[in-house]
C-alpha cells in the first residue's frame, strides 16, 4: 500500500475507506485492513471528517505526529507480518506479544522501530536495513 503511492493518494485511500464505513458500503480485502486500522484510531476520525486535512503538514518538529503515515505505518506492518518480509518479523512480533499482550501496544513498538529504520534510511539516503530494523524489534521485546 505505501510504496509508489504520493502522499495524496495514500490520503485519499484513508478518506474512501472512512466514507465507505460510514456508509457500510462493501470493502475490498486491503480497504478492510485500512477500515481496521482506522477503527483503532478514533483520534483520528475527526481529521478523516475534514476534507481539508487531507494537505496539511504535521511537522514533527512542532510535537505533531501525523495520522496518515501513523496509520500507513500500521498497515505496512501488517503487509510484512503477512508476508514476514523481512525474514523474521512473525517470530519478532510473536515475542513482542508475549511482552505486551495487547496487539495495537505491540504495533506500536514495531511502528517506532520501523519509523526509526525508514528515517535513518533517508538520512543516509539508502535503503532500510532490514538487520538494524530487526534488532531494535528485538530490543524492544
Not at 16 to 40: D, G, N
Not at 96 to 106: F, K, V
Request: charged share 30%; proline share 8%; net charge negative.
Amino acid at each position: 500500500m505505501l510504496y509508489g503511492q504520493q502522499r495524496g493518494e495514500l490520503r485519499d485511500r484513508f478518506y474512501t475507506v472512512w466514507r465507505k464505513l460510514r456508509e457500510r458500503q462493501p470493502l475490498e480485502p486491503m480497504e478492510a485492513m485500512v477500515a481496521e486500522v482506522i477503527q483503532m484510531h478514533p483520534e483520528y476520525h475527526r481529521i478523516l471528517d475534514d476534507p481539508q486535512a487531507r494537505d496539511r503538514d504535521y511537522p514533527p518538529e512542532l510535537g505533531e505526529t501525523n495520522p496518515f503515515l501513523h496509520m500507513a505505518l500500521h498497515i505496512a506492518i501488517r503487509e510484512q507480518l503477512d508476508t514476514d518480509r523481512p525474514p523474521g518479523i512473525r517470530a519478532a512480533h510473536g515475542a513482542l506479544r508475549a511482552r505486551y499482550p495487547d496487539a495495537h501496544e505491540a504495533e506500536h513498538h514495531m511502528l517506532d522501530c520501523l519509523a526509526e529504520s525508514l528515517w535513518q534510511a533517508r538520512r543516509s539516503d539508502s535503503a532500510p536495513s532490514e538487520q538494524d530494523y530487526l534488532d531494535c524489534l528485538r530490543r524492544a521485546s
